[in-house]
């Protein structure tokens, strides 16, 4: 997912599924009890979720709270 983040670590959700379409062709949310892909990963709790500017969705990984407070001090 690296590669496709932008300098902030966000990722759209349009270039997840491309990616895990590449990774893992059978995936599918709705084995997991989903509709969409969208539904899937606001369940993920080591994702954020949110939108860009233009109102698209995005996704990263969360960082724990040590990690914040070293960037921070």
């Known amino acids: 997912m690296a590669e496709n983040e932008s300098d902030d670590g966000w990722v759209s959700l349009g270039q997840l599924g491309n990616l895990l379409a590449n990774l893992a062709p059978d ?8 509709k969409k ?3 899937l990963v606001r ?7 949110g939108h ?3 109102g ?4 990263r990984l ?3 709270s040590a990690t914040r ?3 921070a001090g």
């Open 43 to 49: 369940k993920i709790e080591a994702l954020d979720v």
């Open 69 to 71: 407070q070293s960037k």
């Open 27 to 34: 995936f599918d949310p709705r084995t997991y009890g989903f």
């Open 62 to 64: 969360k960082t724990s």
């Open 52 to 54: 860009s500017d233009a």
């Open 37 to 39: 892909l969208s539904d």
């Open 56 to 59: 698209h969705i995005r996704v």
